[in-house]
Structures are given as structure tokens and as C-alpha cells.
């Protein structure tokens, strides 16, 4: 039997990826926009990617009355002290501007040499119940370097920029089951998965 949860965001890129990922494990995702749509904008105002998950489930919950899943994820770059972080979606200002975002970080990035270029993703799931009342989260990290201009056509966000030196690609170069095998999602989620057939 296929179970309904929520994913707390408007996002497609991310419904249509965390879809695929729990693709066989008997949950059918669904965005906030297939089931609560024209409601208010979910808050972010917590200090930490665990908050906002967290939070974002729970105001998902209660729009929508279904368990709840929420993504809260970022790019952490060493030497920007670990910028932009909780705040990577709107880096440059306005939510969810991939273009702008990448743009000022390749900006803030032009005179770090390359051997101090370490940045790493970050992901944070988590899962509301509102049945059992059960809250639980899930982190995956994917370790990485920032490139000096962007490569690739797929994935989103900072995928572009994003380089993996062992392949010798960005992100945004892999095809989609391969991104998701070492993404900071792909891991948080294969938790989730665990824990949810455990």
C-alpha cells in the first residue's frame, strides 16, 4: 500500500527529485502546491538546518494534515566560514535565483586559491507524523570544491559549481541515479529509507 506524504516546499526541482529517490518504497510524494495550493509561504526562520526542517514539517502538517516530509539543505563553504548555509537558497537576495546565487559566490570566491576551495552540501530530512506524533531527522553530507565557472546542464542550485575532484565533474554533469547515489540528499534520504523499513 502506498502511503501520501507531504514534502514541504514549492519547489519541483526538489518534489521531483526526493519523488524519484523514494521511487519503490511505497510513498508517493506530493508538493505543497498538488494539496494546499495558494497557502501562505512556509517560515524559515530558525537557525540551523535541523530547525528549518523541522519546522517546515510541522507548519506542512498543518496546512495539509498529512505526514510531512521538509528538505532543509545548503552549500557550506570553508573559506567563507561556512556561507552561505541555512541561507544558500537566497544568498543573493531574492529565494530560489540559482542564477544570482551562483553568480555572487563565484564573485566572493575569485581570489581563494584552488586548494582552499573545500565547500560541502548539507541536507537535512525530516519526517512528521501526525498520527503517532513521531519527529525524526536524517543528515547526509557530499564533500566537494568549488569550480571557477560552472559545468553542466543538469541538476539545480549550485550544482554546477560544485566540483567532485574524484570524478572530475560538477554535479550538475552526472546523470541523475549517479547524483543521487553521492548527494547530500541521496544519503539524508537512503536514512530516511532505513528508518522507514527498519
Not at 568549488?146 to 565533474?169: E, H, N, Q, T
Amino acid at each position: 500500500m502506498t502511503r501520501r506524504m507531504v514534502l514541504a516546499t514549492r519547489n519541483r526541482d526538489k518534489v521531483r527529485e526526493l519523488g524519484r529517490m523514494l521511487t519503490g518504497v511505497g510513498i508517493e510524494i506530493v508538493g505543497l502546491d498538488d494539496v494546499a495550493p495558494g497557502s501562505d509561504e512556509l517560515h524559515e526562520d530558525e537557525d540551523s538546518f535541523v530547525g528549518n526542517a523541522l519546522s517546515k514539517a510541522r507548519q506542512a502538517v498543518a496546512l495539509t494534515g498529512l505526514p510531512a516530509l521538509a528538505d532543509d539543505s545548503g552549500l557550506e563553504v570553508d573559506a567563507l566560514d561556512g556561507a552561505p548555509g541555512i541561507w544558500s537558497a537566497r544568498f543573493a537576495g531574492t529565494h530560489g535565483d540559482y542564477q544570482a546565487n551562483n553568480a555572487l559566490l563565484l564573485e566572493r570566491m575569485s581570489e581563494v586559491p584552488d586548494e582552499l576551495r573545500t565547500a560541502r552540501f548539507r541536507c537535512v530530512v525530516a519526517l512528521v507524523d501526525p498520527e503517532s506524533g513521531l519527529e525524526r531527522t536524517f543528515e547526509g553530507t557530499c564533500e566537494g570544491v568549488i569550480a571557477r565557472a560552472p559545468r553542466g546542464r543538469g541538476g539545480f542550485g549550485y550544482d554546477p559549481l560544485f566540483l567532485l575532484p574524484d570524478r572530475g565533474r560538477t554535479v550538475a554533469e552526472l546523470p541523475p541515479a549517479e547524483k543521487d547515489a553521492i548527494s547530500h540528499r541521496g544519503r539524508a534520504v537512503r536514512r530516511l529509507i532505513e528508518f522507514l523499513e527498519g
